[in-house]
């Protein structure tokens, strides 16, 4: 199963994919605009995504995240599931030295939520 992982922000919304059930990987960045949507779509359409985990934390963008939450449910009628986003930008930052990390940190949350929901091995 395709699974797109997000990382909301006010101005940029960080994009990573699974590869197989294992592995996420970043994708892009994209601009929190009137077209972000549009785009979502573009690259849900082309990956054959099936379910977007959504960074979620704590605090002053936790209202905004609840709304794009429905929003991305109402527009694509796909699962959205929550992820717990806590520290995926300070640990994106310990791992590249460049400047926007949100594709970096939507990788992070996407595998987190693959690490725990991954089957054990038998």
């Known amino acids: ?3 797109m992982g997000l990382d909301y922000g006010s101005k940029r919304v960080g ?3 699974s590869f197989g059930d294992a592995l996420a990987e970043p994708e892009t960045i994209l601009t929190n ?5 549009s785009r979502l779509a573009t690259t849900i359409q082309e990956h054959h995504v099936q379910k977007i985990v959504l960074g979620v ?3 002053s963008m936790q209202s905004a995240i609840t709304q794009f939450q429905h929003s ?3 527009q694509f009628h796909l699962p959205v599931e929550l992820m717990d986003e806590a520290f995926s930008s300070s640990e994106a ?3 590249t030295s460049s400047t926007h990390l949100d594709d970096k940190a939507a990788a992070i949350i996407l595998q987190n939520y693959l690490d725990i ?3 054990p091995a038998t």
């Open 57 to 59: 934390t704590d605090g």
């Open 117 to 119: 929901h991954r089957a």
């Open 93 to 95: 930052a310990q791992k």
């Open 33 to 37: 605009d009137s077209h972000l949507f």
């Open 15 to 17: 994009v990573a994919l």
């Open 1 to 3: 199963m395709k699974i």
């Open 72 to 74: 991305l449910t109402q």
